[in-house]
């Protein structure tokens, strides 16, 4: 049962053009939401987080958006450059009532930005 | 400050064989957590650990296992490995569990086949 849903396994855009990563989830309980970055032979590295309290959160290129209603998320990448090409990993932090590192991570989507 | 190492980060091991894998966190840091990563997968939680006490543990079978020491240093088993068993095994650090917005620390992985 993936709780945390990729869809796309992969994505290929143009420089400087915007990159949308999309991401669903099943449970409602989730409080938190983060995107991961993993370029090959290294370990994932954390990117953006976003509270289900919030519905956007901006940092520098990437803006994450919640839809709550929607059991939705998206990581915009604007511009997008050829380094950021790499895969995504959306991941949920579940609401267990106490403080946990516990991570549900979706299959991950694999950007290229083209030059 | 050196960040997450894991070791080895390469092995090769057959069916029916154990294994031992090694994670030393962040200088400070108090929990760890491991994951399995798959293609098709994503990333899966398998264990976390803070001060020498298992907080969590995925659905993984009984052959998996792990530990935290008194360092923080942290080690995970497997027993009686499975072709299946093969994947990226990652760990990752943090201060303490749930610290600030789920952000996790991670290793490059430790890479194992099982033959």
């Known amino acids: 049962d993936q709780q945390v849903k990729q869809n796309s396994p992969s994505l290929s855009v143009q420089e400087g053009r915007i990159s949308i990563l999309n991401c669903d989830y099943t449970n409602s309980m989730f409080d938190y939401f983060l995107w991961y970055k993993k370029y090959p032979a290294e370990g994932p590295t954390f990117l953006i987080s976003?509270?289900?309290?919030?519905d956007k959160n901006e940092d520098g290129r990437f803006t994450v958006f919640l839809n709550k209603s929607a059991k939705h998320l998206s990581l915009h990448i604007v511009p997008s450059q050829p380094g950021d090409s790499a895969v995504y990993f959306c991941a949920a932090s579940p609401n267990y009532g106490g403080a946990t590192n516990k991570l549900i991570f979706g299959t991950g989507t694999l950007l290229a930005v083209q030059p | 400050k050196a960040g997450v190492t894991q070791t080895p980060r390469y092995l090769i091991k057959t069916r029916g064989q154990q294994v031992t894998l090694s994670c030393s966190p962040i200088?400070?840091?108090?929990?760890v957590s491991w994951y399995q990563q798959t293609p098709g997968q994503g990333l899966q939680f398998l264990f976390e650990y803070f001060s020498e006490t298992q907080r969590n543990k995925g659905n993984f079978p009984g052959r998996f296992s792990g530990r935290q020491f008194s360092n923080s240093r942290s080690e995970m088993n497997v027993s009686t490995l499975e072709l299946g068993d093969s994947a990226l095994y990652l760990c990752a650090s943090s201060l303490v569990p749930g610290q600030g917005t789920g952000e996790l620390f991670f290793g490059e992985g430790s890479r194992l086949t099982v033959l």
């Open positions: 976003i509270s289900s309290i919030k």
């Open positions: 200088s400070g840091h108090r929990s």
